[in-house]
Every structure is written in C-alpha cells, then in structure tokens.
C-alpha cells in the first residue's frame, strides 16, 4: 500500500511538479547568469538525484526491471544499436543545422543558446556528463518507470502512445484514441 501511494506521487511529481519547476528555474534571472558548466553541473545532480528517488520507489514497487527498459543485449547487437544510433543522430543534427541555415526551422528559444558549449571545456562536460545523464535519466524516468507504472495499474498500452514522445505523445494518444 505504500509502495503504491509512494509511486503514485512520484509519478505526479514527474508529470506536473517537473515540468512546472524546470519552466519556472528556466524564467529565473539568476539562473540565466550562471557560468554553463555550472548549469550543467546543476542540471546533472538533479537529473541523478530525481533518478535515484526512482530507483528506490522502482524497488520498493512490483515492477520487473524488464518492464522498466533494462534489457541484456549480447556485445554486437549493442555495438550496432550504438552505431545506428550515433549515425542517425549526427544525420539528424546536419539535417537540422541545414535546415536552419536555410531559414526553414524555427530558430532556438534564448534558453537553449545560454546552454549550448562554447569554449573546449564546456563541450568536454556536456558530452561526458550532461548527455549521458539526460539520456540514462530521462530514458528509465519516463519511458521506464513511469510509462510500466500506468501500464501496470490501467492494463493498457494507450500511455505509451501519451508519452512516448512528450508532449507530441498526446497528439499519438489523440489518433490511437479515435482508432478505438
């Protein structure tokens, strides 16, 4: 019974209390004068901590770690999921970057240009500390544990269509919802 009210709240957290503090910290003046191996340092703590309350609620609840997203994969299918993965999104970026430059895609919000690296240093910690958290973080949070929680407690799979891609999941949700 706990466990249950245990992830029921940290799921509200994730879908409400996230997203309204990660938009008010993003209107914070202060914020915005902080170095940006700072923010990211910031950024990398939280994502961690807010990840391991998850662990720990994940443990406590009935969960399986297949449900969450872990998975064994032998050596070169990892090491070919990896390629796919680094190819397709270094396509992705140049598709993007060509796109831009041709004035047909919307230009960055302020925010995103405060947080792109500049100097050699910032790169190197964005790349080995900012990347891979948002990427381990984000991935078991939402796509793991939240989206195996809503499945197990509604027996549906409708809310991975809601929130796979958030927020155009609801878009997904919206058209499998009316092919019922």
Do not use: N
């Not at 003046?29 to 340092?41: D, E, K, N, T």
């Not at 230009?107 to 050699?120: D, F, M, N, Q």
């Not at 790349?127 to 991935?139: G, K, Q």
């Amino acid at each position: 019974m706990l466990s249950r009210a245990l992830s029921l709240l940290f799921m509200l957290f994730l879908v409400v209390g996230v997203p309204v503090l990660s938009l008010s910290t993003a209107r914070d003046s202060q914020v915005r004068q902080m170095p940006r191996l700072a923010l990211y340092i910031s950024a990398a703590i939280s994502q961690w901590v807010l990840a391991g309350l998850g662990l720990v609620i994940f443990f406590l609840s009935s969960l399986s770690a297949y449900s969450v997203g872990f998975r064994t994969l032998a050596p070169v299918a990892a090491l070919t999921w990896a390629g796919a993965l680094v190819a397709l999104s270094v396509a992705g970026v140049r598709l993007g970057l060509f796109l831009e430059l041709r004035g047909w895609w919307p230009p960055e919000a302020e925010l995103v240009h405060l947080l792109i690296p500049k100097t050699r240093q910032e790169k190197f910690w964005s790349v080995l500390l900012l990347a891979p958290t948002a990427a381990l973080c984000e991935e078991f949070l939402y796509r793991g544990f939240l989206l195996a929680q809503l499945t197990q407690w509604l027996r549906s799979g409708a809310w991975r269509g809601l929130l796979h891609r958030w927020p155009s999941g609801w878009r997904t949700f919206i058209k499998v919802g009316t092919e019922w």
